[in-house]
């Protein structure tokens, strides 16, 4: 029988079953969290996004220890950069382009130093791990089928950065009728003003994305 369990959350309260949810944690990748990486070559302080790793083990950690699925991500592209639109890749000037030669291996490119997930957060055997071009996890992915094979119906999201990927795979998921519970703590931007507003639209209207509470909420919930 569906075990519905509840998350003190904002606007209301987060009803779940731990059998049809998944944790998704979204590019936790070294070019976007660690020193030297793509993100830190935009001028960025990586910092912003380092205070989610603490929490995001602790999470991961009761998500796996309950039995839920957990699916991580990472953005990145083929070596020939085939699946990498112009659009994306000329815009703007970046000191460093994707898939040019960076410190950690061409930057966001599969198989490279740099789009692998941090040694912290690292997958786990039979963990999926959804390899993306764009900044949902839905688009040109298997992410959509693997939910549906798996029976899950909500989603609790996590990962970088608050206002692109994790914000764009929130909406795609809710135009798929996903209900999603974000985790304040385990989500961050490199903008302090971002990470507020991007938490607020969520939230806002009767929560007209979904959710969000702080991880020791969903922890109090599934312990
Ligand atoms: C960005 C991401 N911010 N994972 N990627 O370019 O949010």
Same mark, same amino acid.
């Given at each position: 029988?569906?075990?519905?369990?509840?998350?003190?959350?904002?606007?209301?309260? $987060?009803?779940?079953?731990?059998?049809?949810?998944?944790?998704?944690?979204?590019?936790?990748?070294?070019? $976007?969290?660690?020193?030297?990486?793509?993100?830190?070559?935009?001028?960025?302080?990586?910092?912003?996004?380092?205070?989610?790793?603490?929490?995001?083990?602790? +999470?991961?950690?009761?998500?796996?220890?309950?039995?839920?699925?957990?699916?991580?991500?990472?953005?990145?592209?083929?070596?020939?950069?085939?699946?990498?639109?112009?659009? !994306?890749?000329?815009?703007?000037?970046?000191?460093?382009?994707?898939?040019?030669?960076?410190? !950690?291996?061409?930057?966001?490119?599969?198989?490279?130093?740099?789009?692998?997930?941090?040694?912290?957060?690292?997958?786990?055997?039979?963990?999926?791990?959804?390899? !993306?071009?764009? !900044?949902?996890? $839905?688009?040109?992915?298997? $992410?959509?089928?693997?939910?549906?094979?798996?029976?899950?119906?909500?989603?609790? +999201?996590?990962? +970088?950065?608050?206002?692109?990927?994790?914000?764009?795979?929130?909406?795609?998921?809710?135009?798929?009728?996903?209900?999603?519970?974000?985790?304040?703590?385990?989500?961050?931007?490199?903008?302090?003003?971002?990470?507020?507003?991007?938490?607020?639209?969520?939230?806002?209207?009767?929560?007209?994305?979904?959710?969000?509470?702080?991880? +020791?909420?969903?922890?109090?919930?599934?312990?």
């Amino acid at each position: 029988a569906p075990r519905a369990l509840v998350a003190e959350a904002a606007p209301y309260p $987060f009803s779940f079953d731990p059998a049809s949810t998944a944790l998704v944690l979204i590019d936790m990748q070294r070019d $976007f969290l660690e020193p030297g990486g793509f993100g830190a070559s935009l001028g960025n302080d990586v910092a912003e996004l380092r205070r989610t790793i603490a929490p995001l083990r602790r +999470v991961l950690a009761a998500c796996r220890a309950a039995g839920m699925t957990v699916v991580h991500t990472r953005e990145g592209h083929l070596p020939d950069l085939s699946d990498c639109p112009p659009s !994306k890749l000329l815009r703007g000037s970046p000191s460093l382009r994707i898939g040019d030669p960076g410190p !950690k291996g061409r930057i966001l490119i599969r198989g490279e130093e740099g789009h692998d997930i941090i040694e912290e957060l690292y997958p786990v055997a039979g963990e999926p791990v959804v390899d !993306k071009p764009g !900044k949902g996890a $839905f688009h040109a992915t298997e $992410f959509g089928d693997l939910l549906a094979a798996r029976g899950v119906r909500s989603l609790v +999201v996590t990962g +970088v950065t608050t206002e692109v990927c994790v914000h764009t795979t929130v909406r795609e998921a809710n135009d798929r009728g996903y209900e999603c519970l974000v985790l304040s703590d385990c989500v961050g931007s490199y903008f302090p003003e971002f990470q507020r507003a991007g938490l607020e639209m969520i939230r806002a209207q009767g929560g007209i994305f979904g959710w969000t509470a702080e991880s +020791v909420a969903f922890l109090d919930a599934l312990a």
